[in-house]
């Protein structure tokens, strides 16, 4: 990786675009330093407790902590998108037509995708500036007339809107795609805080002779860190080879080639939607509980919606198997590439063209899928069921999600950076 970065560094097309995105992020990172007009985030110090809280926390990198204009980060924007590809499969007969119409059609979905976000942000910001201030002792709106509140929702939904328009600069002119990037920014700069909350909680204040338990701990900790960063980089690094032949030949181009399929063609975004969809209910009954704290069915929807409890966590856990399938069929359309194998004259050895490699691609997709949303799932789960049984910090819990998104972000970084260095070599070359 670093070695890679020097390298790209040396090339001034490239090095614009690192240093445009770094310059980005840092944007980012100042705006989630600026707390809203008429807020007083202290009164949130309180509300780690709450899981809803943790996880959007996390993925505004402790913007939610200051209450800043960037609080909900791009939050509202992975809700609208997930919303809008659900309403490509056959539900909406507009948006699947659009689906169908290449650039022109996603540039249409992307403003509808963009126009929900707008909706949504509004009525999420107005929903939790109200709860917040109401699980908050003393309260963090300073005063909470209906003026106030609209003002903070617009302030909110303008951050979130800005937010996705700087995820698209990095994705248009940067490395990586914005989104993730924003959201990689985010879990990193919440690094040192982790570091410190583990230092007080296990080497401050305790008695001297417990002191190798802490150690222990420490070491065990690391060594799992490292474990899981080399399983989640071979993983997401791993791919089927589908060998390729060519029925037109052109003199000097090989007869025959090969199409990569990934082990996890979803990439991190599963986890990504998973954690998103499962915050959103929390944070409805967290609104409403102070009405209905004693009622049966409120309780049971708190343990389905509550990841630190067994059933919670194991409806995160099959949400991201679920994205995992789902967002694999996005992203390797099986019927969209037999068309196009067709088109090219190429085809798959002892498999029909067409149809035939359709069904031969989506199977495998499937068995590929089934691998990757388990192995996501276990990664997002045992730091959780780790934090449940040894009550460790929060932020131990929410690890394993942390890093698959760190990890996945970093190894596409890389990619795309190869693959520019690359493309700079083949036009040296045809230039020559």
């Known amino acids: 990786m670093f070695k890679l970065l020097k390298e790209a560094f040396k090339v001034k097309n490239i090095r614009s675009k690192i240093l445009f995105t770094v310059f980005i992020l840092f944007v980012f990172r100042l705006g989630a330093q600026i707390t809203v007009p008429g807020v007083d985030a202290t009164g949130l110090s309180g509300l780690s407790e709450l899981p809803f ?3 959007l926390n996390m993925v505004s990198g402790s913007a939610m902590q200051n209450f800043s204009v960037f609080a909900m980060g791009v939050s509202p924007y992975i809700t609208a998108s997930i919303i809008i590809q659900l309403l490509q499969m056959d539900i909406v007969p507009k948006f699947v037509e659009w689906s169908k119409q290449g650039e022109v059609g996603r540039k249409k979905l992307n403003q509808a995708t963009r126009y929900l976000t707008l909706v949504l942000a509004f009525v999420q910001s107005l929903g939790i500036t109200a709860m ?10 300073e005063n909470p007339t209906a003026m106030t509140y609209i003002v903070i929702g617009i302030v909110l939904t303008g951050g979130t809107m800005f937010v996705t328009w700087l995820g698209e600069q ?13 959201i ?9 805080q982790s570091i410190k909350e583990i230092y007080e909680d296990y080497f401050v204040n305790i008695d001297p002779s417990d002191i190798w338990k802490s150690v222990i701990f420490v070491v065990v900790l690391l060594v799992a860190i490292l474990a899981i960063i080399t399983v989640v980089t071979y993983v997401q690094q791993a791919e ?8 037109k030949r052109v003199a000097g181009a090989p007869t025959s080639s090969y199409l990569p399929l990934k082990v996890n063609a979803a990439g991190v975004i599963p986890v990504i939607f998973a954690s998103s969809l499962i915050a959103t209910p929390n944070a409805i009954l967290q609104f409403v509980g102070r009405n209905y704290q004693g009622e049966g069915w409120y309780q049971v929807m708190q343990q389905i919606f509550n990841y ?22 996005v992203q390797v359309n099986p019927e969209k590439l037999a068309e196009n194998l067709q088109k090219q004259g190429s085809y798959i050895p002892s498999v029909r063209p067409g149809k035939g490699t359709e069904e031969y691609v989506s199977a495998l997709l499937m068995r590929l899928s089934t691998v990757g949303s388990i192995f996501l799932g276990l990664v997002a789960l045992l730091p959780i069921i780790a934090q449940m049984i040894w009550n460790l910090p ?8 942390s890093l698959l998104i760190v990890i996945g972000v970093a190894l596409e970084s890389a990619k795309q950076l190869e693959g520019l260095m690359l493309k700079r070599q083949y036009v040296g070359f045809i230039n020559k």
């Open 132 to 141: 917040f201030n109401n699980f908050s002792q003393l309260g963090i709106v």
């Open 184 to 192: 990689f920014a985010g879990i990193i700069s919440r690094l040192p």
């Open 308 to 329: 630190n409890t067994i059933p919670g966590a194991t409806i995160y856990t099959v949400l991201i198997v679920a994205f995992t399938f789902f967002y694999a069929f």
């Open 240 to 247: 089927r080879k589908i060998p390729i032949q060519y029925t």
């Open 53 to 55: 809280f943790n996880m």
């Open 394 to 401: 929060q932020s131990i819990g929410l690890g394993g999600t």
């Open 170 to 182: 990095i994705t248009e002119n940067g490395i990586g795609n914005g989104v993730s990037m924003i």
